[in-house]
């Protein structure tokens, strides 16, 4: 009997909408948010699927969370906002130094 093989397939997970609105420089809705990565009231860090997005300012406080959606609300006085490309481990540092 010949072997046969079978290949399992996963289907991608389809990825979060990712949104900001933000009204005032005083509330900040950010949608698509994977994780928190830090906050405090000088500003908050939060992965998002397009890039980490660090938000920065004056009396930062997340105002609402919601963990199934992705929604974060952040109120306080919002200076800037900067995103950061997601690195991926490109293998160590002797992979860097040899290539």
């Not at 289907?11 to 928190?36: D, S």
């Not at 980490?52 to 109120?75: A, M, N, P, R």
């Amino acid at each position: 009997m010949p072997e046969t093989k079978t290949e399992l397939v996963r289907a991608a997970a389809p990825a979060r909408q990712h949104t900001l609105t933000l009204t005032n420089r005083q509330n900040l809705t950010v949608t698509g948010v994977t994780r928190i990565v830090s906050c405090d009231e000088t500003g908050a860090v939060l992965e998002t699927p397009l890039g980490s997005l660090t938000v920065g300012g004056q009396q930062i406080q997340v105002s609402e969370l919601s963990i199934h959606s992705g929604q974060v609300d952040l109120s306080g006085k919002i200076e800037y906002l900067q995103y950061a490309e997601n690195r991926q481990s490109s293998g160590g540092l002797l992979v860097r130094l040899f290539r």
